[in-house]
């Protein structure tokens, strides 16, 4: 079993910049891959960003490449989602997810555990 536990969310004006984190607890952090996804209001849930397990492999959604950047720390049993030059459409609930391997089927929500997601709202 895994916890994950999402925090850094809030409200910011485009352009801006936020830094998620999310803390896992549970069983080993190391083992899994750590994927970011995010649901707007009456939009499906969409994939983000994804970590291999030693941070060797990321991989970004075409609408947030060069403006987001995920890592992680192993020692801390925490991944991050920095966000930067924001915009009104990134506005959504951001999830981490976990699963034991990045694969080729790490865009799906086919992930095993989820965190209780943290809201982020741009406004224009």
């Known amino acids: 079993q895994v916890q994950l536990v999402e925090s850094g969310g809030g409200l910011v004006q485009a352009g801006g910049s936020l830094r998620l984190s999310c803390a896992a607890s549970g069983r080993t952090f190391s083992g899994y891959a750590m994927g970011w996804f995010r649901q707007a209001p009456g939009k499906e849930r969409e994939f983000v960003a994804v970590?291999?397990?030693?941070?060797?492999?990321?991989s970004y959604a075409d609408s947030v490449t060069g403006r987001f950047t995920i890592s992680r720390d192993n020692a801390k049993n925490t991944v991050y989602l920095q966000m930067n030059s924001l915009k009104p459409e990134d506005t959504a609930i951001y999830y981490c997810?976990?699963?034991?391997?990045?694969?080729?089927?790490?865009?799906?929500?086919?992930?095993?555990?989820w965190g209780q997601g943290t809201q982020v709202t741009v406004s224009s």
């Open positions: 997810a976990a699963r034991r391997t990045m694969g080729d089927n790490y865009k799906s929500s086919r992930y095993d555990y």
């Open positions: 970590i291999s397990r030693g941070s060797s492999i990321t």
